[in-house]
């Protein structure tokens, strides 16, 4: 199984980037879907996750300005990034869970904010 994440970037203070990741590979039925990032010299933690059904939760500090979502159909996960801040810079990994309880990580993408 690999989760192919792509989409960062760099993006100035108030700017947008998206960021999607494909699961491909002997899947079998995804269930949670996340996005986590990592900060220089900070540990990882969740940004934003969604259920198969859709239901979605955001850490604080992205609420109002991110917004996750997916299309099962094509095992994707999104993460559309606005007003973006200084603070998250980081490097985003996804993530992906199937209801064999097995969890996937994707190999991480830049997004860089500054101006």
């Known amino acids: 199984v690999q989760l192919q994440a792509c989409g960062g970037g760099s993006a100035q203070p108030g700017g947008s980037l998206r960021l999607s990741c494909a699961a491909s590979?002997?899947?079998?039925?995804?269930?949670?879907m996340a996005w986590h990032r990592q900060a220089p010299g900070k540990q990882r933690v969740l940004v934003a996750s969604?259920?198969?059904?859709?239901?979605?939760n955001y850490a604080d500090s992205v609420k109002g300005r991110f917004t996750i979502s997916r299309d099962n159909a094509k095992n994707t996960v999104y993460l559309q990034m606005n007003s973006l801040k200084p603070e998250d810079t980081a490097v985003y990994y996804c993530?992906?869970?199937?209801?064999?309880?097995?969890?996937?990580w994707g190999q991480g993408t830049v997004v860089t904010v500054s101006s």
């Open positions: 969604i259920t198969a059904g859709g239901r979605t």
């Open positions: 993530y992906a869970e199937n209801y064999r309880n097995f969890d996937y």
């Open positions: 590979g002997n899947i079998f039925r995804l269930r949670d």
